[in-house]
């Protein structure tokens, strides 16, 4: 009987110090951590947190929206682990015992909660953009990539390839070949 730690971030500059603290506090024996969206299907962390967990162990996250998706998800994530023997419990509600009909009862009120949150933070923030454009405050996310052109330049002449040039200069390897193209075109 293990206790199986997940701890997850959404993007690579988020720390996991946190959730691992947490996690370790809680008495994990192993941690299965990535740092990837929760909104990403492929989490091979994930995958391979629920592969490696087996009938008596407990599944131990943080936070709800560390495991899954959306609330169905994250129900059926669960679900699965029920009917492997596998529990499930997060710290941040701590009554949360999904072998015990309240528990299995909870948890889908909870996912439901957090699912509601999330979808008011970003009507919210939809909102907040729409005001911040009509009064000229907004004008979108600053361009990264192509303000790099002449590094991209540079480097080409250089003899890099795309991909380290990509790596280099901390953008997608997408932006690298538009970048070539925009200037083949100009």
């Known amino acids: 009987m293990a206790t199986i730690g997940y701890a997850r971030v959404s993007t690579l500059d988020q720390n996991l110090e946190a959730q691992l603290e947490q996690l370790n ?61 596998v529990g499930f419990k997060a710290l941040n509600n701590a009554d949360l015992d999904t072998t015990t009909a309240t528990g299995k009862m909870m948890l889908t009120i909870l996912a439901a909660v957090a699912a509601f949150e999330r979808e008011m933070m970003l009507e919210r923030q939809k909102e907040g953009i ?11 996310r600053k361009p990264t990539a192509r303000e790099k052109a002449g ?36």
């Not at 729409?130 to 979108?140: D, R, V």
């Open 25 to 85: 506090k809680a008495g994990c024996d192993k941690i299965y951590r990535e740092k990837v969206s929760g909104v990403k299907q492929d989490r091979p962390e994930l995958a391979a947190m629920l592969d490696y967990a087996r009938e008596g162990d407990v599944v131990v996250c943080c936070k709800l929206d560390r495991i899954g998706r959306s609330t169905k998800h994250l129900l059926e994530i669960v679900e699965g682990l029920q009917n492997r023997g």
């Open 130 to 140: 729409k005001i911040a454009k009509e009064n000229g405050k907004y004008k979108g």
């Open 151 to 186: 590094e991209v330049a540079r480097l080409l002449g250089e003899g890099r390839s795309k991909e380290a040039i990509a790596k280099e200069l901390r953008i997608g390897i997408a932006s690298v070949y538009r970048i070539v193209k925009d200037a083949k075109e100009a």
